[in-house]
């Protein structure tokens, strides 16, 4: 292979002039005049006590940023992690042999044993590399490379892709600049049914490949953004389109936040699904209340291409006839954080999976070391069913969590 084709990052990637460790805002720095490389450790450590039993929540990784030259930045993670999980997470993982942001895992305790909590052995790994600068009189061109779940909208419960979902391969191409956003995505996806049996004992999970295009205008007081995306999988002529609208509105201390969305499988049948949140904010303090609804079939036909991954749908991760309600108190002080309270309440229903109950959600977390992103928390599940409970899918039961998170969730 022509060396001509990396003549244009010789420099850019020529060897580092300076060293420098610091264990205060980072664990290990790496420095030059050019560029700058952070390394951190990941470390999470829950002790959980339920109804009857004990268990850990532990994640051991690692996180890196990189910045080169001003143009080019990377970054990502790779984390391993034994749980014991709450039992809304339990009954789900069991029923779906997923588990959220996650994907498939391997169980350390019998899965056949509902009584008790489920514990899971499962690792992640997630990274980018993102070139951002001008091309010609073109200002404000990006070009990623990543396999981070893509988020679109500002809701706090997106209906068609989350930060949240499990982490898949993606190529985007953007421009945006102080106003206006335009954004090419091509993306791939696992299915959740298997292919034949190749040269592996296993046969494969099939595959999606997803084209996204989102654009959008917004300003301090308003914005609004549109999506269109198109899924197909690999090996059929099946696909799936999907259509969604987010926007949001800011007056005062008051804000809302909105999306509509519908698909090729859902539009003429069902309908529109759609999610809204209104909030009060100010100085330390925040409220709101958050109301979300999808339609049987926004996210695809039985044996049919689906608008999923990992074989758990995105966005909402139970799919389809899903209707959520709940009010939530953040406080925490924007100039230094310290302590953090949070807390929310709410309603789930959904016929796929027979759930029909509701969930009362506390956390309070106290800074030991801002620059290191080093917390203790303590943090309760509780889940509330009907005294006419006549769903046996329904969870029960509560989790009461403490311990120490450090370089894994942002305050």
């Given at each position: 292979?022509s ?16 060293t ?12 030059s005049?050019?560029?700058?490389v952070?390394?951190?450790?990941a470390i999470?450590?829950?002790w ?5 039993y ?9 996180t ?30 069991r ?30 790994a ?5 070139w ?13 490379l990543?396999?981070d ?13 989350s930060r ?5 391969p993606?190529?985007n ?7 206006y ?5 091509a ?41 269109v995306g198109?899924?197909?999988e ?14 949001f ?11 509509v969305?519908?698909s090729t499988?859902?539009?003429s ?10 909030e009060?904010s100010h ?11 999808t ?9 049919e ?20 309600s709940?009010?939530?108190f ?15 309440m709410?309603t ?8 029909n ?8 977390s ?6 290191w ?12 069913t ?10 029960s039961?509560?989790m ?12």
């Open positions: 292979m060396l001509s084709l990396f003549a244009a990052f010789s420099n850019t990637l020529s060897g580092q002039i300076s420098t460790y610091s264990l205060r805002s980072h664990a290990i720095t790496f420095k005049d050019r560029s700058t952070t390394l951190d450790p999470t450590f829950l959980l006590i339920g109804d009857g004990t268990g850990f929540d532990n994640t051991r990784g690692a890196f940023h990189a910045e080169i030259d001003g143009n080019f930045t990377a970054g990502g993670q790779l984390l391993e992690r034994q749980s014991t999980l709450s039992p809304f997470l339990s009954n789900f993982s029923t779906s042999s997923r588990l959220p942001g996650w994907g498939r895992f391997k169980t350390i305790s019998p899965v056949l044993e509902t009584e008790l909590p489920l514990i899971v052995d499962i690792a992640k997630t990274g980018f590399i993102n951002a600068g001008n091309i010609g009189p073109l200002e404000g061109i990006n070009v990623k990543s396999n779940p893509i988020n679109f909208g500002w809701g706090r419960s997106p209906l068609l892709l949240e979902d499990v982490p898949y993606s190529l191409l953007g421009w945006e600049n102080d106003s956003h335009l954004a090419f995505n993306v791939e996806w696992i299915g959740d049914t298997r292919g034949v049996i190749g040269g592996t004992t296993e046969a494969l999970f099939s595959q999606s490949r997803a084209f996204l295009i989102s654009g959008g205008y917004e300003n301090e007081v308003w914005g609004i953004s549109s999506l198109r899924a197909s690999s090996d059929s002529i099946k696909s799936i389109s999907a259509l969604s609208l987010s926007g509105v800011e007056i005062n201390d008051f804000s809302s936040k909105w999306e969305a519908t499988s859902s539009f049948t069902d309908g529109i699904s759609w999610s809204l949140t209104g009060y100085e330390n303090i925040s409220a709101g209340v958050n109301l979300v609804s339609k049987r079939q926004l996210y695809g036909l039985a044996n291409t689906t608008w999923s991954n990992a074989g758990i749908p995105l966005g909402v991760i139970t799919g389809g006839d899903t209707k959520t709940s009010l939530y953040d406080f925490r002080n924007k100039t230094s954080t310290t302590w953090v309270f949070q807390t929310e709410g789930l229903k959904n016929v796929n999976y027979d759930y109950f509701t969930w009362v959600r506390g956390r309070c106290r800074v030991i070391s801002e620059s992103n080093m917390f203790g928390t303590v943090c309760f599940d509780y889940i509330i009907p005294s006419s409970n006549d769903l046996p899918q329904n969870p039961g509560n009461l969590s403490m311990g120490i998170i450090h370089g894994i969730s942002n305050l």
